[in-house]
């Protein structure tokens, strides 16, 4: 019997459990620990046609909703993207080691969000945040120039080409950042920090500013999980089943890209994550991309909300750099996976 | 479906590696491109498939691709590389259900009829068994059938075959391409491959075309173009030609031995 290998029921609902755990515990855990229970019941009864009695204070209930879910939920979203973008990049690409920063999104955000800083720009002013808009103008800038450079002179312009032009671009800006950070001392710190990472200032704005690219994303990511199925098999081999292996590989680019550049820009360079959620499932759940993009978006939201939750919980009342903590244990736990794995076909 | 090229040229790089090349192979026969290494002979298959741009035309049922979209060609014509990429952790059935893409819409997901179409080619081509199992275990010969299967999965009825044979041991070049023969008959498939193996070539095709500099040297009956002499001058071999039951036989001579005709 002949099937279609797509995304299993128990994986799919390994994912939702797994978004849920993330959820209800990033928002119990905390300065003010409010019991998992309790937690479930005030969500359940914001659903649609859902009443039930939480039994949390106002004052607790303010916590859930005003200060650690728009928290979670970024974590979510942030993790999802970084994940999700990560998969297809290393799909159009066929490069394991691609990851959502390859075209120089976070070399582009980083000079972004720094000129912001120095600028004195990244204090409020008014009604929206220029850091996050600094951050992402600078990561579409960043792929855009690679993306000309790439094609420049090569009219059938080749993969090899546009991560060679990614390196040049984020050399580029790696270094004008570096020197705009050195001359502005001050505020290295500041930048330091974004730079590494962090959710901590998460609002509703962000979740708003994040959630319309973090949707058209998804949405055409997923589209294309067939047709990075088919590009496995090479750009010749792609184009004689009928594929056109460059536009396909543009429309994927240029939307993990936008998705990639929404996601730095609220949450800072967060490393690692495009690499290991997506390997993972390779390693256990299925090497369709029918099966790695879905579960991207679910266990990627998982896993940051979670290593968030670590974050800010292990050296509390302080917080650890979020790149730090997706670093420090996703790359043992890799290790682990990657092993296991070997023993398993070997 | 008849298989028709005038003129056709192609140059890569400003370099020209296929000049003036016209072919004719009409619906259900086989014709084999040989040539020395370098001639073009992948490359004119690849202008077949429409995968690099060429000049010239290429008519398929008597209509020109000129102008045909992606999917519409790859509906028509099947190719079969000479090196296909072996895509990690994909099964047997995964990699043949692939060639379903050109009968699909951009988005659109397999349905029942294309799961038959794949079950029935594994059924053909000996894989069932195989369904399941990463592509990459299986051994040379088995993982060329499932590359044949994907591009029979296609049912297009032109089937383009670059060196299909050319990892495989003896016993496994004979029986692929007597699959490929008996799969030409049954589906009434045209068959353009490339060669290398000149008594092999001469066996399975019914024309033979010898590629020489990117240009058509002469094209025929077997043997008509695996003579001694024209081996000797494009391939530069020293060979001798027998004829063995009906069938010729290409046998390369040491040098220093003289050469009988």
């Known amino acids: 019997m002949i099937r279609v290998e797509r995304l299993g029921v128990g994986w799919l609902a390994a994912g939702v459990a797994a978004v849920l755990v993330a959820v209800v515990a990033g928002v119990a855990a905390g300065p003010v620990s409010l019991a998992p229970f309790d937690v479930g019941r005030e969500l359940l009864d914001h659903l649609p046609f859902v009443e039930v009695r939480s039994g949390l204070t106002d004052r ?13 939920v970024l974590g979510l979203l942030v993790g999802a993207m970084l994940a999700v973008t990560g998969s297809s990049y290393q799909g159009v690409f066929r490069n394991p080691l691609a990851d959502p920063y390859l075209l120089g999104v976070a ?11 120095v600028s004195g720009a990244s204090t409020d002013v008014g009604f929206v945040e220029p850091l996050p808009l600094a951050a992402f103008a600078g990561a579409l800038a960043a792929v855009g120039l690679t993306y000309l450079l ?4 090569d009219r059938f312009r080749s993969p090899a080409a546009l991560i060679l032009a990614g390196v040049a671009v984020a050399s580029f800006l790696t270094a004008l950042q570096t020197y705009v950070q050195q001359r502005e001392s001050e505020t290295l710190r500041d930048v330091y920090a974004w730079l590494l990472g962090r959710l901590s200032t998460a609002h509703w704005d962000e979740v708003r500013l994040l959630l319309p690219y973090a949707v058209i994303t998804a949405v055409v990511l997923l589209a294309h999980r067939r047709a990075l199925d088919v590009l496995s098999v090479g750009d010749e081999e792609a184009a004689a089943l009928g594929l056109h292996p460059k536009r396909t590989r543009l429309v994927v680019v240029i939307v993990a890209s936008l998705g990639a550049a ?46 968030d939750l670590l974050a800010r919980t292990v050296v509390a009342p302080a917080e650890l750099p979020l790149g730090v903590v997706t670093a420090f244990f996703g790359a043992p736990f890799f290790a682990v996976v990657l092993r296991s794995s070997r023993r398993a076909t070997a | 479906m008849d298989l028709r090229a005038r003129d056709v040229g192609v140059a890569l790089g400003g370099t020209p590696i296929v000049t003036g090349v016209s072919l004719d192979a009409p619906a259900g026969t086989w014709l084999t ?3 020395p290494n370098g001639a073009g002979k992948s490359t004119l298959l690849r202008a077949l498939a429409g995968l690099v741009p ?9 209509e020109p691709t000129a102008g045909l979209r992606r999917r519409e060609w790859a509906r028509r014509v099947a190719f079969v590389p000479q090196d296909p990429v072996v895509p990690p952790g994909m099964s ?22 294309d799961l038959a179409v794949v079950a029935r080619t594994l059924e053909q081509l000996d894989l069932t068994a195989f369904t399941d199992r990463p592509l990459e275990t299986l051994s040379g010969g088995e993982r060329q059938r499932a590359i044949v299967g994907r591009a029979l999965a296609q049912e297009a009825p032109v089937l383009l075959l670059d060196e299909p044979t050319t990892a495989l041991d003896v016993g496994h070049q004979q029986d692929l391409l007597e699959l490929v023969d008996r799969l030409r008959r049954d589906h009434d498939l045209t068959v353009v491959s490339t060669m290398h193996d000149l008594t092999l070539a001469g066996q399975y095709a019914d024309r033979l075309l010898l590629l020489d500099r990117g240009q058509v040297v002469v094209t025929g009956p077997p043997d008509e173009v695996l003579t001694q002499e024209n081996l000797a001058r494009f391939y530069g071999a020293r ?4 004829v063995d039951g009906g069938a010729l036989v290409v046998v390369p001579v040491r040098a220093g031995t003289p050469v009988q005709t």
């Open chain 2, 92 to 113: 047997v059935g995964g990699y043949v259900l692939l060639g379903r893409t050109p009968h699909l819409g951009p988005l659109a997901r397999e349905g029942a009829s």
């Open chain 2, 54 to 62: 060429a000049g010239g035309t290429v008519e398929l049922g008597g």
């Open chain 1, 107 to 117: 070399a582009g955000a980083g000079f972004g969000a720094t000129l912001a800083i």
């Open chain 1, 150 to 153: 790439g094609a420049a002179g």
């Open chain 1, 60 to 72: 607790q209930a303010a916590i859930v909703w005003d200060l650690r879910l728009p928290r979670v």
């Open chain 2, 239 to 242: 060979v001798r030609v027998l």
């Open chain 1, 262 to 307: 929404a996601a730095v820009s609220v949450s800072g360079l967060i490393i690692f994550v495009g690499i290991i959620v997506p390997h993972t499932i390779r390693l256990v759940a299925g090497t369709s991309y029918r099966v790695i993009l879905p579960l991207s978006l679910l266990l990627g939201g998982a896993f940051l909300a979670l290593v």
């Open chain 2, 33 to 35: 491109v040989v040539g």
